[in-house]
C-alpha cells in the first residue's frame, strides 16, 4: 500500500513557474513508476508526465512537453514536477499516482494509487 500527498499547488500568473511535489508513504517508492495527471472542470483526466522506477525513462503529455519536467528521488520518496511557461490552459487539478507497471504509464487506468490531488490555477 502506497499513500501519495501531493503539495505546492497555487495561484500564478500566465508565463509564470509552479513546483509539484509528491510524497510517498511506505518503504517500495522504487518499485512504482510515478505519473502526474490534471483534470480541468468537465474534462477527462489527461496525462501530463511520468518517469520509470529508476528515473531513466520519463515521457510528457504533447501539452507540456518542453515547459514541465518531472523527477524523482528515491532516497526521499519524492517525485516532482517543475513547471514553467504556464498557460491558462494549464489550470487544472494535478494527481499524483504510482504504477505497478515497469515502463511508465500514460493512461489512468494503468496506475494502483493516486493522491488527492492539488489544485493549479494560472490566470492571464
Known amino acids: 500500500q502506497v499513500q501519495l500527498v501531493e503539495s505546492g499547488g497555487g495561484l500564478v500568473q500566465a508565463g509564470g513557474s509552479l513546483r509539484l511535489s509528491c510524497a510517498a508513504s511506505?518503504?517500495?517508492?522504487?518499485?512504482?513508476?510515478m505519473g502526474w495527471f490534471r483534470q480541468a472542470p468537465g474534462k477527462e483526466r489527461e496525462f501530463v508526465a511520468a518517469?520509470?522506477?529508476?528515473?531513466?525513462?520519463?515521457t510528457y503529455g504533447d501539452s507540456v512537453r518542453g515547459r514541465f519536467t518531472i523527477s524523482r528521488d528515491n532516497a526521499k520518496n519524492t517525485v516532482t514536477l517543475q513547471m514553467n511557461s504556464l498557460k491558462r490552459e494549464d489550470t487544472a487539478v494535478y494527481y499524483c499516482?504510482?504504477?505497478?507497471?515497469?515502463?511508465?504509464?500514460?493512461?489512468?487506468?494503468?496506475?494502483?494509487?493516486w493522491g488527492q490531488g492539488t489544485q493549479v490555477t494560472v490566470s492571464s
Open positions: 499516482a504510482g504504477s505497478r507497471v515497469t515502463m511508465p504509464p500514460r493512461t489512468p487506468a494503468e496506475y494502483d494509487y
Open positions: 511506505g518503504r517500495t517508492f522504487n518499485s512504482y513508476a
Open positions: 518517469i520509470s522506477r529508476s528515473g531513466g525513462i520519463i
